[in-house]
């Protein structure tokens, strides 16, 4: 069965600040990989989508790499700000077998300190 | 815009009471899925459709029932037999490129 970890669980950086937060799978046989963002008590809004045959996309200040062989994934968030404090989630969507839906991580909790 | 809407934001159930909560999606997504977030874990599938008039169980469907009458519709109803229904639901669609596309949640709790 498919378990996604995230590390890590949380992390409190100054503004201005670059970071990275890591995403790894058991099970290579994935679709894809996208990375959530969830402010408390809302519903998901979704930062990046990577199709397992790509490397990386970007969206202004973030960056997500993926290595499906390895089963990594990290998101890579420049000149860290403020609003940027959230959940992170990541989730991997199986590939084939009559499954369906996505597989969550935990979420890392990050915090950026003015 | 296109989205995904919930309600309502909250509920409060009682015990040994069946309530809806409701998912509508104007995305002409065929996909539709109900996951559960509870503190310290991360989201659980309970139900998903494909398409209209079928659905699958998840990872943890007992205690909940779906239907998909309509393409844009996927309501999920909460039984009695849920012992433990206190958390945040989270309804989504899935796009092309299997994006998904998450609403705003419903919390509900057990009075």
């Known amino acids: 069965k498919q378990e996604v970890t995230q590390i890590p669980a949380a992390l409190s950086v100054p503004e201005g600040e670059n970071l990275v937060l890591n995403c790894s799978f058991t099970?290579?046989?994935?679709?894809?990989l996208q990375w959530f963002r969830q402010d408390p008590g809302k519903g998901l809004t979704s930062l990046l989508l990577i199709q397992s045959s790509q490397r990386e996309q970007t969206s202004g200040r973030l960056n997500a790499s993926l290595d499906k062989s390895s089963g990594r994934s990290t998101l890579y968030i420049a000149a860290s700000q403020p609003g940027d404090s959230a959940t992170y989630l990541c989730a991997v969507s199986v590939s084939g077998g009559g499954a369906d839906g996505l597989t969550f991580g935990k979420g890392t909790h990050l915090i950026i300190q003015p | 815009d296109g989205g995904i809407t919930q309600s309502p934001k909250y509920l409060f159930r009682k015990e040994g009471q069946n309530v809806t909560l409701s998912c509508e999606q104007n995305?002409?997504?065929?996909?539709m899925y109900w996951y559960r977030q509870d503190p310290g874990q991360g989201l659980r599938l309970i139900y998903y459709s494909q398409i209209v008039n079928d659905f699958q169980k998840g990872d943890i469907a007992e205690g909940y029932s779906v239907s998909r009458e309509k393409k844009e519709s996927f309501p999920l109803t909460v039984t009695s037999a849920q012992k433990n229904p206190t958390a945040f639901y989270l309804c989504?669609?899935?796009?092309?490129?299997?994006?998904?596309?998450f609403g705003s949640g419903t919390r509900l709790t057990v009075v």
């Open positions: 099970d290579s046989a994935i679709y894809n």
């Open positions: 995305l002409n997504h065929d996909a």
């Open positions: 989504a669609s899935r796009g092309t490129r299997r994006g998904y596309t």
